[in-house]
């Protein structure tokens, strides 16, 4: 099973980015969708975005696009999320996912929780104002 480890969360003002990096432990890092999610306290893990194994297709949700930008290093066998124009409701946990699974159905698939198979244990972003 990947194991993967999610870095460069923290304390950041309003209007300020932050780059997001998730590592992951093999080279089946290149054969996967990878995600970003995100939980806020007292709320669900909600869909950011997500990346195609190959890098050429990509998928956001409504509150980030324009402002976050998902993209890997299958070399380094790394995913990105660059977070630019950081708000408040961007404070949350941020985790990034794998999985091999493949629909037709697009975005809305990769914006399942249930889609992915692996998790990695989360970073911490902190926007203030």
């Known amino acids: 099973q990947v194991q993967l480890v999610e870095s460069g969360g923290g304390l950041v003002q309003a209007g300020g980015s932050l780059r997001l990096s998730c590592a992951a432990s093999d080279n089946t890092f290149s054969t996967y969708t990878m995600g970003w999610f995100r939980q806020a306290p007292g709320k669900e893990r909600e869909f950011v975005a997500s990346v195609s194994a190959d890098g050429e297709y990509d998928y956001y949700s409504d509150s980030v696009k324009g402002r976050f930008t998902i993209f890997r290093d299958n070399p380094k066998n790394t995913v990105y999320l660059q977070m630019n124009s950081l708000q408040l409701e961007d404070t949350a946990v941020y985790y990034c996912?794998?999985?091999?699974?493949?629909?037709?159905?697009?975005?809305?698939?990769?914006?399942?929780?249930?889609?992915?198979?692996?998790w990695g244990q989360g970073t911490q972003v902190t926007v203030s104002s």
């Open positions: 996912a794998y999985t091999s699974r493949t629909s037709f159905r697009g975005r809305y698939f990769y914006s399942l929780p249930t889609t992915y198979d692996g």
